[in-house]
Structures are given as C-alpha cells and as structure tokens.
C-alpha cells in the first residue's frame, strides 16, 4: 500500500511540476495543443467508423469527447498504473487497453454518443490505441518534448533527488559492427544529422581505432569495459580440456568469462551503469548485460526502470505500433530484395523480421528509456550498445538501405539524449564507438554448396563432430530481455518464468540454437573434429589429443588435411603451430612463418593487408585457439569475404571493413597519444578522457604491446 501511494503521489506531483516546468513560447505552445488535438479528434474518428456500435456524428461531440478523455488520462491513469505496475508489465497493457474502454463505456454517452455496450467500448478503445499512437508519431506528440516524457523525466527527478553538481557524467553510445568508413561516408551524406552536426561543427572529432582478432563483440566489449579480453579467441569456440562449447551471448558463460577477465575496476565501476551489453564493466547499475543476470546486484532498481519505462503513456502503445510496423517493413523489403534480384542475399523468414521488430524497436525504446533514466539520476558514466544496424547488416549487408535506415533511428536516439541533457542535474559529454566493423559477401555455403564442416567431415571420413556454426547474436539480445523480465517481481513475471520453463536452463531463457547442450563429462571421449564460425573466422578443433595440435601432429593423424584444405577456392589461410613453436600461415601458393618473418613461395598475408601479420600474431597467443584458425578467401576488387555462417554482413576474421572501428569524441579532450591497436587500448583511452573530464585520477591497466594476447 505504502509503494502505491508514494507512486501515485509521484505521478501527480510529477505532472504538476511538469506543467510549472513547461515553458514553451506561445506559437510552440499553440502548435502543439492544436496537433494534439487534431490528432486525438482524427483519431476518434477512425475509431466511430471502424468500431461497431459506436454511433454520433463526430464533430462538436468528438471534440468534446477528446477534452473529457484527456481530463481522464490525466486525472485517473496515474491511481490504474501505480496500481497494476507490481504485476507485471501484461498487466499494465491489458490495464490501458480496460481503462480506455470503460472510459469510452463511460464518456461518450455523456456527450451523446450511442454506444452498443462494454464490447463496443472495448473494440474501439484497441483501434483508438492504435490510430492515436501513429497519428501522435505522424505529429511528433510521442518525442522527448512531449509532455507525457517531460512528467517521467519530474518524476525520476522527484524520486531521486539528485543534488546538482557541475562535473560532467559521460555517455559511451556503442553503435556495434559500425564500420569507420561507413560512417564517415553517412556524415558526408548528412543521413546521421546529429553525429554530422557535431563532426561539422567541431564538437566532436571522428576517428579510427584498429579491432583485433577476433574482430567480433564478446572480444571488443571485455577489452573496451575491461581493458582485459585474454582468452577470448572467438564468438564461441571449444575448450578440450573442459568437453566444453562456450557461447559468449548465453548469459551463464557470460557470466564466466567476466569473472575471468574483471579485475573490479572496470571501466563503470563506482557508480557506472551498464545497458544492453554482453559485460557489466563492473558497473553498480546493471540493466540488460548478460554477464549479470543472475545477479541480485540492484535488482530493485532493474525494477524502477521498467516503472519509469511505463510511466510515459506512450511508451507501450508507440512501442507495439512501431514494432508491427518494422515487421510489416521487413517483409516488404525482403520482398522488394528477392523481387530486384539482389545480390549477395539470404533467406530473410519470418523469424528474422521478429527478431527485427524487437532488437529496432523495443529495445531501442528500452535502451533509451533506460539511459535517460541513469542521466536524470545523475549517474556519472554509463555505458550503452545499440544493436540495431549490426543485426540487420548481418542479413542485408553493412551498405544496404535496410541497414542505413538503422542508423539513422539510433541517430535520431542520440539526438533525444542530447536533448535531454538541460534536464539533467549534470552536464554530460557523449562518446560514440563501435566495437568491430563489418565485411560483406556471399557465403561460404552459398558459394560452393557445403559448410566448411560438411567438407572437413567428408575429407576426414570422421562421424563425432560437433559445430557451432549457427547465427545466434540476434537470440543471445532476446532471450536476454526476457531472463531480465522474468527475474522481475509480479505475477506476470512468474507466467512468463512458466511460459518458458521448457526453454530455459539455470534461471536463464536460451532460446533456439543457445540452448544449453547436454553436461558432458571431463573424462568423456573428445570428438573427432570441432568447427566453431565467428564471421569469415572459424576455429578447427581435432579430438586427437587435449593440447593444442601442432602441424606435425594433424599431418601424422590427417595426412594431406591442410595442403587440401587451403587449396580449397573458399580458404584463404590457415593459422597453425608448428613442432618448433612457431607461428605459422599456410596458404595455396605459399606460407609464412610469423615467428621468424621467413615467407616461402607466394605470401598467403597479402590479401589481407599490412597488419594481417600482427592480427594473426595475436590470435596465435590466445587460449583456446583451434588447432586450425581459418580466414575465408577475400574476393579481389570488392574485399567481400565468404563467412562460416550463414550471414551476409560478417565480423570476427580479416578482409573488408571487419576490423576498422570507430570512435567519436569530444574535441576538447586530448587526442590519443597514438594509434588505437585493441580493445584494450580503447579501454585506458576512455579511463584517461573520463578521469581528466571529472577530475579524477584514472585507474587503469599499465599499456600492454598491440600484440599481446
């Protein structure tokens, strides 16, 4: 009782402060209520036409009708939502859609309206939801000025209470798989304007930092929050010794490698929030990361975030509206694809567009609602992945129009966090980065009618195989969303726990291909062959012993395996050990030791440019490296590369933009002292900007050789 009516108390307050707050100039302040009104009366309107039962003729009766409704909404709505909200967010939904039938049941017939009875209402109360929520869209009610958002933003203010303070917090945006040349051709074509008006106007400054091997998230997200990404050499990839597939987007793995990696100051330790990523960065405010959702680490305030979430009257109905209507937009677009006969393409079902509606549309209303959330608290540095335009650029392509539309949404979301930031009880700085790039092409199995693995099987006659080969980051961001709502309290959190009990392992929902594995014992019989796809990179595992096979070891067990295997068409190179303990690359025309800088015939390196020789160097001192590391060919003129997995835009090995990232910052911070060479690097940068920003002394870890492991 008492949390009921400190939330009501809060809305009401927040509603009356907002309006004190809300000081528009006249002509805003006409135009917006004039919009807003036109918007509602349209939208009531539609709903006398299309629902049965309804009839009146809507003209002085509908304006009327609007003013009474919007009196209701702001008058009651508050006493329904701090009611329902510790049920569950179901709850809330079906709540609105009652509340705005027993409104119409209750409204219309005072203004002289006949209505059919509650059925009536009920009907027209879902397509009133409905129209309302794209006519406010059309007309730009459901922005950051509504006023609908400025009453969430007085509420977290009310109920947090932050003191003021002139030391700036800072926002790292990571927009993930953006490649640096990609967005420094969108900046010159003005699609991206918030990020072209800083970069024109000397704000910010764009750059380029160098990802990596293995140029994929889980690598680059440790070693950006971690400054540590040791032991990380792919998406997912085989440890012998263990019997054990790790998966760096199923969340108890996640869980696994940041205990291995974390050193406690990360890059959002005291005070720092983490939203939408694969790791906390030790952050005291996780929302969203995988690597903590097992974690009762502010477990209320995961909580509080989905009730400022909900507050805004907008954010469900917008939210459900847009979502339709990015699906809706996915098929078309796939259509248009197949129907233009582009090429390279894949198969776009109806599974991918879900998966399109939910990662560009919820959780970019969740991302930045939950931002805004931690600014208007004052948090003083929060760290934030927009997955968006990665996503959809694995299945279109990184230049595709499908995928630049992406960008420009999560532009046009930093441009509403900036915008905030007059609200907000510190000024904050924003730095935008991106973990890896992406390489587009046909791939491996659309080239030549097999797998990578179907291939390596038939040539080592071998049956016990194990492959992880499948795409999943798309599912690892899903079933994230839906541990976090099912570990929330209510009744609706526990039918969804119910719903998915058959999909979910130790507390966490693993969804398709994630789903955990049987236990397999460390005294089991290794598989004979292991193949594990990250992009154009996919790790060979042999089952002949638990070591890491030298050359000379998979010749005496597969006589010929390699030579055949790197003249296959679609194989670039090979990356082996050697007997000697040394590095070596094995190509069709040639090899090249890296340890001794000995090239033999044709250099397999040259394709892949000058820091091939370093990239590969550095996979090679990774833990848990395959016995075989393998880079697809790299088609000559386009840089296209033919990746393991079945995805169009690909990231994890070399070749095209995969490892070319980038990173935009404020101009009055001191530049880099040199090039960005990892993730790490990245990592002591971000400490150094953030400590000098807030006067502090940044804690990091000492510089390490771009090389190192």
């Known amino acids: ?165 002139d030391v700036p917090g800072v926002v790292v945006i990571q927009i993930d798989g953006l490649p640096f040349p990609l967005l420094q051709a969108q900046v010159r074509a003005g699609t991206v304007p918030t990020l072209s008006r800083w970069i024109r106007s000397g704000t910010h400054r764009l750059s380029e930092w160098t990802a990596q091997l293995p140029s994929q998230t889980s690598t680059s997200q440790a070693g950006l929050l971690h400054g540590n990404n040791d032991g990380i050499p792919a998406f997912r990839w085989y440890e012998k010794e263990r019997r054990k597939m790790m998966v760096s987007n199923k969340p108890p793995d996640a869980a696994e490698i940041e205990s291995r990696i974390s050193d406690g100051n990360g890059l959002l330790a005291n005070g720092g929030a983490s939203i939408d990523n694969m790791f906390s960065g030790d952050a005291t405010y996780p929302r969203l990361t995988m690597s903590t959702l097992k974690s009762d680490r502010d477990k209320d305030g995961r909580a509080r975030s989905m009730y400022y979430f909900l507050l805004n009257p907008y954010s469900i109905g917008r939210t459900v509206v847009r979502t339709a209507g990015e699906l809706i937009k996915e098929l078309y677009q796939s259509w248009q694809e197949r129907r233009r006969q582009i090429e390279p393409r894949m198969h776009r079902d109806l ?113 016990a195989i194990r492959t992880a080969t499948e795409p999943i980051e798309d599912l690892g961001r899903l079933s994230t969303v839906l541990t976090e709502a099912n570990s929330l309290p209510g009744r609706t959190a526990a039918l969804g726990r119910r ?88 190509g069709h025309g040639g090899r090249h030791d890296l340890t001794t800088g000995v090239v033999t015939g044709t250099d397999p390196l040259t394709p892949f440019g000058e820091d091939a020789g370093d990239q590969l160097r550095h996979l090679d001192g990774i833990d848990h490296v395959g016995d075989l590391a393998l880079i697809s060919r790299i088609d000559p003129g386009t840089d296209e590369v033919a990746a393991f997995e079945e995805l169009i835009g690909s990231h994890g090995g070399l070749g095209g933009w995969q490892t070319r990232p980038c990173v935009v910052y404020p101009t009055d911070w001191s530049d880099p002292d040199g090039p960005l060479i990892g993730a790490p690097a990245v990592h002591r940068q971000l400490k150094r900007w953030i400590a000098a920003a807030q006067g502090a002394p940044a804690v990091t870890q000492p510089d390490a050789p771009s090389t190192a492991a």
């Open 499 to 586: 719903a998915l009990r058959g999909s979910t392992a130790d507390g966490t929902v693993q969804l398709g291909a994630m789903a955990d594995e049987p236990a397999v014992e460390a005294t089991a019989e290794l598989p004979d062959l292991v193949v594990c796809a990250s992009g154009n990179l996919g790790l060979v595992y042999f089952g002949v012993a638990e070591h890491r096979l030298t050359l000379e070891e998979i010749e005496a067990a597969y006589p010929g395996l390699v030579k055949d295997l790197v003249a296959h068409d679609g194989v670039g190179l090979a990356l082996v050990h050697t007997a000697d303990d040394h590095a070596l690359v094995v």
């Open 1 to 165: 009782m008492g949390t009921w009516l400190r939330r009501t108390a809060a809305a009401y307050r927040g509603q009356a402060q907002a309006l004190r707050r809300w000081r528009p100039t006249p002509l805003g302040l006409a135009i917006r209520v004039g919009l807003s009104a036109i918007s509602a009366w349209l939208s009531l309107l539609i709903t006398i036409a299309l629902a049965p039962g309804i009839d009146r003729d809507p003209g002085t009766y509908g304006i009327l009708a609007v003013l009474l409704i919007g009196a209701a909404d702001f008058l009651i709505r508050p006493l329904i939502l701090a009611a329902v909200l510790p049920i569950g967010l179901i709850a809330v939904m079906v709540a609105g859609l009652l509340y705005r039938a027993l409104s119409f049941f209750f409204i219309l017939p005072l203004v002289g309206f006949d209505l059919g009875g509650l059925g009536s209402a009920l009907v027209g109360a879902g397509i009133y939801a409905v129209i309302s929520t794209i006519f406010g869209g059309l007309v730009g009610m459901t922005d950051d000025e509504s006023f609908g958002q400025r009453v969430v933003n007085q509420v977290i203010r009310d109920m947090e209470r932050v003191p003021p303070t």
């Open 351 to 463: 599974a991918f567009a879900a998966l399109r509606s939910t990662t560009n549309v919820v959780l970019r209303d969740l991302n930045l609602a939950m931002v805004s959330e931690q600014m208007l608290r004052g948090t003083r540095v929060m760290y934030v992945d927009f997955v968006d335009y990665d996503d959809i650029a694995h299945h279109v392509g990184p230049e595709r129009n499908e995928a630049l539309q992406s960008l420009a949404g999560i532009d046009r979301a930093i441009g509403r966090l900036q915008r905030l930031v007059p609200d907000c009880p510190r000024p904050y700085k924003f730095v935008i980065v991106s973990d890896h790039g992406q390489s587009q092409g046909a791939t491996f199995r659309q080239r030549y009618g097999e797998t990578i693995e179907e291939w390596l099987r038939t040539r080592m006659q071998v049956t």
